[in-house]
């Protein structure tokens, strides 16, 4: 089993940054591919990011690539999504998932376990 929790959302202006964080409890989490995942209201919850567990390769929605990083630190079982150059489109409810194996997902059920989400909003 594991627990995910996210944390790092808010409001934010457009052309401004955030730092997603997804704590994740047990002691394989180095074993997950750990994704991102989003859903404005009214819509499906689609990929944002993905990386694996070893050796932590990347892959990103074409929406968020050369703004979004993913990236994470398997001493703290957590990763994080940093965000740069925001728009109002980036809003939704960001969640952190969790698919055991080397292998990594881009699909919803793709992945196992899910934290809770965070809200990102993105407004003047």
């Known amino acids: 089993q594991v627990q995910l929790v996210e944390s790092g959302g808010g409001l934010v202006q457009p052309g401004g940054s955030l730092r997603l964080s997804c704590a994740a409890s047990g002691r394989t989490f180095s074993r997950y591919a750990m994704g991102w995942f989003r ?9 944002v990011a993905v990386i694996s567990w070893t050796p932590g390769s990347t892959s990103y ?21 940093q965000m ?6 980036d809003t939704a409810v960001y969640y952190c998932a ?3 194996g ?6 919803v059920e793709d992945y196992d376990y899910w934290g809770q989400g965070t809200q990102v909003t993105v407004s003047s």
Request: a positive charge.
């Open 39 to 47: 859903q404005a209201p009214g819509k499906e919850r689609e990929f």
């Open 84 to 89: 740069n150059t925001l728009k109002v489109q």
């Open 61 to 81: 929605a074409d929406s968020v690539k050369g703004r979004f990083i993913i990236s994470r630190d398997n001493a703290k079982n957590t990763v994080y999504l």
């Open 98 to 100: 969790a698919r055991p």
């Open 102 to 107: 080397i292998r990594v997902g881009v699909r």
